[in-house]
């Protein structure tokens, strides 16, 4: 299960003045702020789930049970891997030495001659620099802002998508 150690800074990654103007809004149209913001924040989450891409550099902690010969980080960018634990036979939880495991790109993998230790749990940082967001992801999330402004519920996302969302949908935050 994936789980954020830090929130985004919804403002960093695309500010509501940005925001009103895709959606063609006044500057005189001030009542539609609590309306705008739900809707900026509910298409990053959205467009974090649909990419698997973290829109901001922050902190995440991942539990998995089962392992096979890699493990994939479900949200990238990758920026720094910064610890892995395992729950060892007796449930003593444990932190895998750093030269026991090695990062590459988005996936784990354990030295050769290291144990496969079951389950899992890693700390990472994930996410684009600000100003780093490609230039069409920020153009999807956008689109996603205007989408979200003209339509306020929320867009299909199946549980499990929901459940997965970084940035929680569930909360309407």
Do not use: H
Not at 115 to 123: A, F, H, R, Y
Not at 149 to 155: C, I, K, L, Q
């Amino acid at each position: 299960m994936l789980r954020e150690l830090e929130r985004p800074d919804a403002e960093a990654i695309i500010s509501l003045a940005d925001c009103r103007i895709e959606a063609r809004l006044g500057e005189d149209e001030t009542w539609f702020g609590p309306i705008l913001e739900s809707a900026r924040d509910r298409a990053i989450a959205w467009c974090e789930v649909f990419t698997g891409l973290s829109l901001q550099l922050r902190s995440f902690k991942w539990s998995t049970d089962g392992l096979s010969g890699r493990l994939r980080l479900p949200i990238g960018p990758i920026g720094q891997v910064t610890e892995v634990r395992f729950t060892d036979r007796i449930g003593q939880v444990r932190v895998v030495a750093p030269e026991a495991w090695y990062a590459i790109g988005d996936r784990i993998a354990f030295a050769p001659a290291s144990p496969w230790p079951c389950p899992v749990t890693v700390e990472f940082r994930a996410g684009f620099e600000t100003g780093g967001i490609p230039q069409a992801l920020l153009g999807a999330l956008k689109t996603a802002v205007v989408i979200m402004v003209d339509n306020p519920s929320e867009p299909d996302m199946t549980p499990a998508e929901k459940q997965a969302a970084p940035f929680s949908m569930r909360t309407g935050t």
